[in-house]
T-cell receptor, first 115, second 116 residues
């Protein structure tokens, strides 16, 4: 089964600094990968997804992620952090062999943005 | 488009009672819905996959007699926590898939359950 690992449960950056949230995956087949954001006491919002098309994926709110097969990584980046980016971020992989889109989530990374 | 709602957003119930949580796809028909549980400062744990008109498929370790799932229509799935105990207190999130979007999951806003 596919899995994802998020390195770093907490990341803290200054406003305007680069945001880098790490995600590595394990999959024996080409994966579908996702990044979601969750604000306190809310559900998940899709930031972006990789579905085997372009390796550099652009998402909402200025976020992007690059699929690197050689490194089995799908790190999330944003050039300049805003205070409003403070939230928890989840990387997820779609399980292959299911027709329903079942997802497995990473442990999550809490992003804190300092003024 | 692709909006999923949950009701209630928060519920407090007494130990031993049952509570029902609704998940609705508001502007699309969802053949499949998922139910997740999220503990504080933890990731989402898939509880079950719910397909319209058939029995839910539960993940290993999830008690199907305790967490009853019904998916009676293409826009509504319900999760009933039976004989709730304080350890059932958690944040429950549902999602719905839209086949036309490649089975992308759209998430509801979550329900905070507190069992006293």
């Amino acid at each position: 089964a596919q899995s994802v690992t998020q390195l770093g449960s907490h990341v803290s950056v200054s406003e305007g600094a680069l945001v880098l949230l790490r995600c590595n995956y394990s999959s024996s087949v080409p994966p579908y990968l996702f990044w979601y954001v969750q604000y306190p006491n809310q559900g998940l919002q899709l930031l972006l997804k990789y579905t085997s098309a372009a390796t550099l994926v652009k998402g909402i709110n200025g976020f992007e992620a690059e699929f690197k097969k050689s490194e089995t990584s799908f790190h999330l980046t944003k050039p300049s952090a805003h205070m409003s980016d403070a939230a928890e971020y989840f990387c997820a992989v779609r399980q292959s062999g299911t027709s329903y889109g079942k997802l497995t989530f990473g442990q999550g990374t809490i992003l804190t943005v300092h003024p | 488009g692709a909006v999923v709602s949950q009701h209630p957003s928060r519920v407090i119930c007494k130990s031993g009672t049952s509570v029902k949580i609704e998940c609705r796809s508001l502007d699309f028909q969802a053949t499949t819905m998922f139910w997740y549980r999220q503990f504080p400062k933890k990731s989402l744990m898939l509880m079950a996959t719910s397909n319209e008109g058939s029995k839910a498929t539960y993940e290993q370790g999830v008690e199907k007699d305790k967490f009853l799932i019904n998916h009676a229509s293409l826009t509504l799935s319900t999760l009933t926590v039976t004989s709730a105990h304080p350890e059932d207190s958690s944040f429950y999130i549902c999602s719905a898939t839209l086949p036309a979007s490649g089975y992308e999951q759209y998430f509801g806003p979550g329900t905070r359950l507190t069992v006293t």
